[in-house]
């Protein structure tokens, strides 16, 4: 298992039908992915509570279709109670930790998995800070991804018009992607990566020890 991937990734890659793109930098394919359990429950009901343009059916198709190939995993106890002392020290900074990030973060912690991709901003803060209070999540640096990174790394990969307009036809699903991307004004693919890279570089200045490069 080369990369762990929590359910924002997996509900916005379902939606713009990018998962594979999204997970071929760090971990080439699916079935080198670990998820949550209880992802395919997760993300299945945010789908449907808020369909994309392109309808509730063809989200849950590319979800379905990534899910039957990457590897699922439980926590075992001591990885539970890991995420549940990671979710107690944010609650005492008063920092945003949810049960699925500290869960994953526990499994890293404990498997040595290489990554995390993860698309909440405030769970890479609340990281970045919590190194300071407890030192498992050492293990954790450097090796965080956010979606701006995973974007990035698929317009350089290549065919960036049939990436950018399967990112704007959805601009519903990621306001900051819709914005780096211009999709309501155009521009050439120089300008998105731009656009990109200095919103990961702002990341950056606040999780500096956490974000991978």
């Known amino acids: 298992m080369k990369v762990l ?7 916005k890659g379902a939606c713009y039908g990018l998962l594979n793109e ?5 971990c080439g394919t699916a079935e080198h992915a670990g998820i949550l359990g209880a992802a395919r429950f997760v993300v299945s009901k945010r789908i ?3 369909p994309p343009n392109k309808g509730a059916e063809a989200a849950m198709a ?6 039957g190939r990457s590897v699922e995993i439980e926590p075992n106890e001591s990885e539970r109670i890991m995420a549940g002392e990671f979710e107690l020290a944010a609650l005492r900074r008063g920092v945003s930790l949810d049960a699925g990030e500290s869960q994953l973060c526990a499994v890293l912690v404990s498997r040595f998995v290489p990554y995390l991709l993860t698309g909440d901003k405030r769970a890479i803060r609340a990281i970045e800070e919590l ?3 407890d030192g498992r999540l050492s293990a954790l640096c450097g090796k965080l991804r956010c979606l701006e990174q995973l974007v990035l790394d698929a317009l350089s990969a290549g065919n960036s018009d049939a990436l950018r307009a399967s990112i704007c036809s959805e ?3 990621d306001k900051t992607l819709t914005i780096c991307l211009a999709c309501h004004s155009g521009g050439d693919s120089r300008n998105h990566s731009e656009a990109l ?5 702002e990341l950056r200045s606040q999780a500096a020890r956490i974000l991978s490069n």
């Open 62 to 67: 590319a979800l379905i279709s990534f899910l």
């Open 131 to 133: 190194l300071d209070f």
């Open 22 to 26: 999204f997970a071929a930098s760090t």
């Open 48 to 50: 449907q509570r808020r």
């Open 5 to 11: 991937i929590d359910n924002d990734i997996l509900l």
């Open 197 to 201: 890279t200095s919103y990961i570089e």
């Open 171 to 173: 601009p519903g699903v």
